[in-house]
């Protein structure tokens, strides 16, 4: 059971997060007050409670928005929301402004029906901010691109302006319209705006003279004095302190939560958006600034002489001000604020003005500057909106206009604010009932008539011509003879007197005779949305509306292009003595232009409700809320638009909502939509009477057949939803079955593989092996025929070489026989000769000439040799090789003796050049030859490289010094040596120092001396034959420095060093130093004797030998 819940739940936050269908989703209270079931007031106003609470300030009744003001910003109008709302169906989701505003729009630009918005409510009730968001709204699903983004930002910021110049903070709105307004927004075909054109009505303008507590006089007046600049103020001659002006009302100058001087920014630059120019800006702030220094003019009395009363100005110096800012001349001004002239056919009667008449004239023209300017303001816009095309234009009007109003001292205004809201509500009735009619015509459906109270008789009461209330004034107005307040009362007292809407203590109709509640000057008139009393007094005034001629001429005068052209009347050729139209018929020829165009469209409800006093969020006061629904005719709404049937839906949705319930319709129906309702209807058993078929859509007359269907929709839902889980619970069985079935077989598989492989790589490490051993067998064998074939073909070579050496030696034998026998003969043949040639000659020599001639002819050849000699001679050069080749045998040894003479002489020569130092140098080389050459490996090496001796220079470098001092002979060798460690063959630096009677060891960082021996205590030094650089010092075994035992060192100029300790020993000691070469020592560390052997080693580490100790007594050096 708690499993069936939690899915319940789950499924209907499911439900929660899908995509809603229907309005009646997830509804809070109803969305729709035509569903409300029982309708009456309380349940209207739970229903309206219920939903402000839950933040759903949107309710309908029917296509109607009812709107609370949340007083508080939601998150119910962004960018997302636009999403959601565009191109949806009005009853799709939640109720919205959005909804009617996209409704509007789509049947605007898709049946091409011209549409209004028709926005009311009290003030504070938030008629100015729907209007805005319907705005924005059209605004963001409009078409795109510059020109209309152009189109679109100066339509938008031309609200700025005008609020700024027409809204003021009152007791009961922080920015109340104190006008109403009314916006066409033009669009083309495609739905793109063109442009727009605004009108406004009956601007509040008392105020700017008198605000009641509380309250403040317009926004502007303190944006300036806020925001502006200092330059700028100073310009238009004014000062930053309200106090300074006496038209501003102190007790609220600020207003918690505005910021005066960022909204004078925002509307500047609105200003620029919209298209003012900045001569035009600056005339407008001029005007502004004017008319609040007039409120600072103060009059006082003078008598005159006839007795008339004077006024005079006190403080001439406010007017001389006004007159530079507006160019007006002070004479003329000063002038008409003293005198009045009146006109009447050719005759000009001036009269002057006392202090009051003269207060009243200062004040008028603050006025009429003032709501002229604002006037000025809205055609200013106008232009600048204005569609530049001509084409057709599809138009949206948006009407925002002040609701009903009852205070506790209703006067003129308030008057003909009602009798607006009579017009508006006449409107809606007509409309909301044609409309309703005309969709039942449309739908086929039989029309019921129905009851609702229609307000024309009001209406009438007020705007007949003969004897309505406005007709009346006007009449008293243009009366000649005295006129008062109290005079148009007794008049409506007598016109009025039967009327069943009017009511008045002194009239015919003796009903109100004791009525206490109504004074005797006051009138009442009971308005469709409940009676409002009005003060009769200031009813004519405001009807006039009067501004002395002066005053209007002095205006016209002024040097001021925007001043002149407010007030065209002033000028003395277009001087008309007709009375300008009044007030009231002002406004009523407006209201009527307006019905006029409201009736040509398709109009759209908003229903502003304000929800409490005290401009709060969360507070919702029912009797607040239930006096405006009373008064909106809410219920009558509702009424009405239940008369007939309360609930209609196209045939489609209400298939679409309800098929579940029927088997003939679940899941599809495959007929048209209004078969397939039928079929759904008759299944389910409704009562005939309470459903009509129209031609599109279905027509339920009464709420509760439509929530007997929901709940049976919920009902079902909830069963569809177990089916659901049901089949989906058995998908995900079987899918997770089929998935582990599926999981199972590629398991097995992979297993089956791997046991597989591993059987596979068994058997083939196991043929392997056989297969290793038949190959080796194989190839023994193999290798024992190839050897033995080798064998036997090395036989046979080693034969046949001994064959052909053989043949070769006896060939040999045979031609050095032959060559000996060739050599014999020719020997033989030239003894032969000779002998007979000497025998034939013998007779021509004397005995011994013979000889002589042997002995000539020897000198002559030594003669040529040695001429010969001379030119051939070598170089001087010691190392020069050359000998010229010898030139006769038997001089061969005199040639050997000659060239060991001549070298023997040329390094003589060679010697001789050498200094005493050179000569030291070679003895010591020479001295190296006979102790290393042929013996030591390293020796070949060292010839080639001078023995330095001082490898360290030890007196210059600063870190020896201590070593220096310590050493006071010469040094012959100082050169840094590694001193092998005998426990682990590794080398340590030292500093090896020879001196002409001691050997010293010094540490090579510090330059302490670590041993110090004096030449007599070396016995011997060893080294390897090998070319290493290792060699050992043996001392004198009981000698002093013995005591640590031998010195194993090894050193890159071993030959050097061995060299000169053998020289310097001998000359100290005259002492031969045994120098033992063998690759085999002994050497004495302390007690033991450790042997040092030398090996031929790898070339691992380079050319550089390594030495590691084998054990105690063997150290090991490889050599490379
Ligand atoms: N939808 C809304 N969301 C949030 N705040 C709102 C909304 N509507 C109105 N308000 C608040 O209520 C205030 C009054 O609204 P608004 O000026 O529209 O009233 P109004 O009906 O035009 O009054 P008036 O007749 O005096 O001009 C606004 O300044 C704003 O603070
Ligand atoms: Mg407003």
Not at 444 to 462: M, Q, R, S, V
Request: with cysteine; aromatic share 10%.
């Amino acid at each position: 059971m708690r499993n069936r819940c939690r899915v319940t739940k789950g499924l209907e936050n499911m439900a929660k997060m899908e995509v809603k269908t229907s309005l009646l989703d997830n509804m809070i209270g109803v969305g729709d007050m035509v569903l409300l079931e029982p309708l009456n007031e309380d349940s209207f106003i739970n229903n309206l409670k219920k939903r402000f609470d839950h933040n759903e300030v949107y309710t309908y009744i029917g296509s109607v928005v009812i709107s609370i003001n949340p007083y508080r910003s939601l998150p119910i109008y962004t960018p997302e929301k636009v999403e959601e709302y565009r191109n949806r169906n009005f009853y799709e989701l939640s109720p919205h402004i959005f909804a009617l505003s996209d409704e509007a729009y789509r049947s605007l630009r898709d049946q091409d029906k011209d549409q209004c918005i028709l926005i009311t409510g009290e003030s504070g009730a938030g008629k100015t901010e729907a209007s805005k968001l319907v705005m924005s709204y059209v605004a963001a699903v409009c078409g795109k691109g510059a020109e209309v983004n152009q189109v679109k930002e100066q339509l938008l910021q031309s609200n700025p302006v005008l609020e700024a110049f027409g809204n003021a903070k009152t007791v009961r709105n922080d920015n109340s319209s104190r006008f109403g307004k009314y916006m066409d927004i033009e669009f083309d075909f495609k739905g793109d705006p063109l442009g727009g054109v605004i009108s406004n009505y009956l601007l509040e303008k008392s105020r700017v003279v008198k605000q009641p507590r509380g309250e403040r006089n317009f926004h502007i007046f303190y944006q300036i004095l806020s925001g502006a600049s200092e330059d700028f103020l100073c310009k238009l001659k004014l000062e930053r302190d309200f106090s300074r002006y006496n038209y501003l009302g102190l007790d609220s100058a600020k207003v918690n939560g505005v910021d005066d001087a960022a909204n004078f920014r925002t509307v500047r630059n609105a200003m620029q958006i919209v298209g003012f120019m900045d001569h035009e800006t600056q005339s407008v702030f001029e005007v502004v600034a004017a008319v609040l220094k007039l409120g600072n003019i103060e009059f006082k009395p003078e008598s005159r002489v006839n007795g008339l009363d004077e006024s005079k100005i006190k403080d001439k110096n406010e007017l001389k001000e006004i007159c530079e800012l507006t160019g007006i001349d002070q004479s003329v001004l000063e002038r008409a604020f003293s005198f009045r002239t009146v006109e009447a056919k050719q005759e000009k009667v001036s009269t002057t003005l006392n202090v009051a008449q003269a207060y009243y004239a200062r004040d008028a023209l603050a006025k009429n500057l003032y709501s002229r300017l604002f006037s000025w303001l809205v055609t200013r816009i106008n232009e600048s909106i204005k569609a530049q095309t001509k084409v057709r234009k599809k138009v949206m009007g948006v009407l925002d206009i002040y609701g009903f109003e009852i205070f506790e001292d209703n006067s003129f205004e308030q008057f003909i604010i009602n009798y607006c809201n009579e017009k508006l509500q006449q409107i809606f009735i007509e409309l909301t009932l044609k409309e309703e009619q005309e969709e039942y015509i449309r739908e086929g459906i039989e029309w019921t008539h129905i009851e609702y109270f229609n307000n024309a008789i009001i209406c009438d009461l007020i705007e007949n011509n003969q004897t309505g209330i406005l007709a009346m004034l006007d009449e008293e107005c243009l009366r000649p003879g005295t006129v008062t307040d109290d005079t148009f009362l007794e008049k409506l007292n007598q016109v009025c007197a039967t009327h069943q809407h009017f009511e008045s203590r002194m009239s015919k109709c003796s009903r109100f005779l004791n009525d206490t509640s109504l004074p005797h000057s006051c009138f009442r008139i009971q308005h469709y949305a409940g009676k409002v009393m009005y003060q009769v007094e200031g009813f004519v005034d405001k009807n006039n509306d009067l501004l002395y001629r002066d005053l209007s001429q002095a205006m016209w005068k002024a040097n001021h292009s925007l001043i002149k052209a407010l007030f065209p009347e002033g000028n003395p050729a277009k001087i008309n003595l007709k009375r300008p139209p009044t007030a009231g018929s002002q406004f009523k020829a407006s209201v009527a232009t307006l019905m006029k165009n409201l009736q040509t469209k398709n109009p759209n409800y908003i229903r502003c409700i304000k929800p409490n006093d005290k401009k709060a969020a969360h507070i919702f006061n029912e009797a607040l809320v239930c006096h405006q629904i009373r008064y909106l005719g809410l219920l009558e709404n509702v009424r009405v638009r239940r008369a007939g049937y309360a609930f209609r839906q196209a045939y489609e949705p209400c298939l679409e909502r309800y098929k579940m319930l029927c088997k003939q319709t679940w899941p599809h129906w495959r007929g048209p939509a209004r078969a397939g309702v039928e079929v759904l209807f008759n299944e389910l058993e409704i009562p005939e009477e309470e459903f009509s078929f129209g031609r599109s859509k279905i027509f339920i007359r009464n709420p509760r057949t439509l929530f007997k269907l929901e709940d049976q929709r919920k009902q079902r839902l909830e069963d569809l939803a177990t089916l659901i889980e049901k089949i989906y619970r058995g998908w995900k069985c079987r899918t997770r079955f089929l998935l582990m079935k599926r999981s199972q077989i590629v398991i097995a598989s992979w297993y089956r593989r791997y046991a597989q492989q591993k059987k596979y790589q068994k058997i083939k490490s196991s043929a392997i092996i056989v297969q290793s051993y038949i190959r080796g067998w194989k190839a023994r064998k193999l290798l024992r025929e190839l050897k033995h074939q080798k064998r036997c073909n090395e036989a046979a070579t080693i034969i046949a070489a001994y064959w052909h050496g053989t043949q070769a030696r006896r060939e040999l034998r045979r031609l050095k026989e032959e060559a000996r026998n060739k050599h014999a003969i020719a020997v033989i043949w030239a003894y032969w000769l000779g002998y007979k040639v000497r025998r034939e000659y013998r007779k021509f020599f004397r005995a011994n000439a013979g000889k002589k001639i042997y002995e000539f002819t020897l000198q002559r050849l030594m003669q040529k040799y040695f001429l010969e000699m001379k030119n051939k001679m070598p170089s001087l050069s010691p190392v020069d090789k050359n000998w010229p080749a010898r030139p006769y045998l038997f001089l061969d040894s005199t040639h050997k003796e000659l060239k060991r003479i001549f070298h023997l002489w040329r390094c003589k020569k060679y010697r001789d050049q050498f200094t005493d130092q050179q000569k030291l140098i070679y003895e010591e080389k020479l001295e190296a030859s006979e102790l290393f050459k042929d013996k030591k490996a390293l020796y070949p090496a060292s010839v080639g490289q001078p023995f330095q001796g001082a490898y360290l220079e030890i007196s210059k470098n600063p870190k020896y010094k201590k070593l220096k001092d310590a050493v006071d002979e010469k040094i012959i060798i100082a050169e840094v040596v590694n001193k092998i460690n005998r426990a682990n063959g590794k080398a340590t630096s030292r500093i090896f120092l020879l001196t002409k009677n001691n050997v010293l060891l010094a540490d090579q960082k510090s330059g302490n001396i670590k041993s110090e021996v004096p030449l007599g205590d070396v016995t011997k030094v060893s080294m390897s034959s090998q070319n290493d650089g290792f060699f050992a010092v043996h001392l004198k075994e009981g000698s002093g420095a013995a005591g640590k035992g031998d010195f194993l060192l090894s050193s890159d100029h071993l030959i050097e060093m061995a060299t000169k300790l053998y020289r310097t020993t001998l000359s100290q000691t005259k002492q031969k130093l045994n120098i033992e070469i063998s690759d085999e020592f002994l050497v004495q560390f302390r007690q033991d004797k450790v042997c040092v052997k030398f090996i031929q080693g790898s070339q691992k580490n380079g050319n550089i030998p390594t030495c590691k100790r084998k054990n105690n007594r063997l150290l090991e050096v490889a050599v490379p």
